[in-house]
């Protein structure tokens, strides 16, 4: 049976204002124009959101895969029908049963991959990240939750400046396996030799980051500059300026900056007290900051709220989608099934009214309850 979205459509190349998307089978099947529509609500492709911890209360840093399956849930209801779970630092003894938990997960489409955000990390920058468990790459780690994942595990951020980090971004890259910069205090030329050793993702830029200075430019210039990589920006006013998310966005342009939540289990929860990788985490006015010393500790957003900021901060609507969906997928290899609004592609779309807010979400060519 075919059906048919219309409205306002936002394709790649940009928007149809009497447009029409039609479904069969899970897929899209076509996307033309429907004379007929008469100011319609927009249609843009389901979100992909590849730096997420939780939300609605439950999370995906402790390997638990009931929490995974309702923090995927909150997150669907908000547009996003694509997501990795993001870890954070933790002993290796739960990232391996972690990956054991989320495969099954993975292999029936309810998360689209593992990111371990860490604990490869940089200890003078490691922000919210329990500096308990940082420590220097290990490819006898990597290659072991690469195995016991089976495709699972799709990203892992490292800072390049650590022993070891050259030879295991290049075991990640050998395995399809997306290297990403973070958390990290390396220089230039550092992080240079990590992009040409195969990273391609730069995680929540600016954030965790050695800063730019004019004689040292750091990592925030040579992942900008990479014609390669992605940069993952955090719109929601809180760890990035406005200016700057405009700054990074007309410098790496929309095809190469991805915007992404960062979130944790507050997102859509009321303020209090929270935790994010064995740490204490305080809500107050919907920011989430560590309880001991008030750093930022991911955040409560949601994808749709990215886009009304983003929006809202100057970026035109059709880029806007690129950041939340073309980009972003393409970034964690998954660019040929979702994404986009495009003939082959699953069938991924969020229903906004004109405010931007979700009317009605679809993945699979099924509406999400």
Same mark, same amino acid.
């Given at each position: ?5 219309? +409205? ?70 908000? +547009? ?36 371990f955000e860490g604990p490869y990390l940089s200890a003078d920058r490691c922000g919210a990240q329990n ?33 070891g980090a050259t030879k295991a971004i290049e075991l990640l890259v050998s395995h399809g396996v997306v ?191």
């Amino acid at each position: 049976m075919t059906r048919r979205v219309t +409205g306002k459509v936002v394709t790649p190349t940009g928007v149809i204002r009497q447009g029409c998307v039609e479904i069969a089978d899970g897929r899209i099947t076509a996307v033309a124009e429907y004379p007929s529509v008469r100011d319609g609500h927009w249609i843009v492709p389901g979100f992909v959101d590849m730096h997420t911890h939780g939300g609605g209360g439950h999370t995906f840093t402790t390997g638990d895969p009931e929490s995974a399956r309702q923090a995927a849930a909150f997150h669907r209801g908000h +547009g996003t029908t694509t997501l990795l779970a993001s870890l954070v630092s933790s002993p290796f003894e739960l990232m391996r049963d972690a990956t054991a938990a989320y495969r099954p997960l993975v292999e029936s489409g309810v998360l689209a991959g593992i990111h371990f955000e860490g604990p490869y990390l940089s200890a003078d920058r490691c922000g919210a990240q329990n500096p308990e468990f940082l420590r220097d790459p290990s490819t006898a780690e990597l290659s072991e939750l690469v195995e016991l994942g089976g495709g699972a595990v799709r990203m892992v951020t490292i800072a390049p400046e650590r022993d070891g980090a050259t030879k295991a971004i290049e075991l990640l890259v050998s395995h399809g396996v997306v290297a990403a910069v973070g958390h990290t205090d390396a220089t230039w030329e550092q992080t240079r030799a990590a992009v040409a050793a195969g990273a391609s993702v730069g995680t929540h830029l600016f954030n965790g980051m050695r800063p730019v200075h004019h004689r040292e430019p750091g990592p925030v210039v040579a992942l900008l500059e990479a014609p390669n990589v992605v940069c993952e920006l955090v719109a929601d006013g809180v760890h990035l300026h406005d200016g700057m998310l405009g700054f990074a966005t007309s410098v790496a342009g929309p095809e190469r900056a991805a915007l992404i939540t960062d979130a944790m289990a507050a997102a859509g929860m009321p303020d209090g007290e929270y935790e994010l990788g064995g740490q204490a985490v305080t809500v107050s006015g919907g920011v989430a900051r560590l309880s001991r010393d008030g750093a930022i500790a991911g955040s409560t957003l949601t994808m749709d709220a990215a886009l009304r900021h983003a929006v809202g901060a100057g970026v035109a609507l059709p880029d806007a989608c690129r950041m939340v969906a073309t980009t972003p997928a393409r970034a964690i290899g998954l660019g040929d099934r979702v994404g986009a609004l495009v003939t082959g592609l699953r069938a991924d779309l969020v229903v906004l009214n004109e405010d931007l807010n979700v009317v009605r979400v679809m993945r699979g060519g099924d509406w999400v309850e």
